[in-house]
């Protein structure tokens, strides 16, 4: 009789283990699975009528391209401060996706932000004393950011024709960013290309990451004094 109770105390284990490990593996997107485009549902890609670098590349898919670039070189999850500003390329976080999207159409992103910051400092209350080698690393610091100099989108995950490639997604009451990848899960809702230091880099994570924010930055309807450019 223990040696029935024993077995199926083993066999319920290794059946929730499973059932654990699949669940696990759905919700960080390692199981095998399909991923779309936007003209598999109908919907036309937006191009930006900026090219800020002058590459022949507009802004947005200059930005998802440098988003994508930061996800491949699979960056190690470390938020640690440096001199300069800037992390090496083989460490980041999620906010050091953003910039590195950026630079890869021509914007300094941290000199926009730490030039917003000096001209409107009431608006950055979380900042006591500006620091321009990490402010622009802040989650909170970015929604401020693009609030006041982006275009607010939707945060409803269903309108599904309102994502955009290169748009910047804020989750999490200013826990997480990311940028909005160009494939789509099965529902047509975007993959989002982000550092929480998870196993895919570019993933369908609207699933398990609550929308605060959603932007598009159009430098065309912005001041030429407040756009910076990226200088080796």
Known sequence: MKKKIAIGVLIFV???????????????????????AAEDFGIEVLQ???DFNGNGIDDYTDILYGARMDAEKHPRYDGSYYDGGFPPDEIGVCTDVVWRAFKNAGYNLREMVDHDIALRPEAYPAIERRDDNIDFRRVVNLHIFF???????????????EWQPGDIVIFND???????????????????????????????????????AHYRFDASMLDQSLLFR???
């Open 14 to 36: 290794a059946v929730l283990s499973a059932l654990l490990g699949f669940c696990a593996a759905y919700e960080y997107n390692l199981l095998p699975q399909r991923s779309y």
């Open 147 to 161: 609030e006041e100099y982006a275009v607010s989108l939707t945060i409803d995950t269903d309108k599904i024709e």
């Open 174 to 212: 200013d826990g997480h960013i990311g940028i909005v990848s160009d494939k789509r899960n099965a529902s047509g809702q975007p993959y989002i290309i982000h550092n929480g230091g998870q196993p895919k880099r570019e993933e369908d994570y609207l699933k398990r990451g609550k929308v605060t």
């Open 48 to 50: 930006s009528t900026m």
């Open 230 to 232: 990226w200088t080796e």
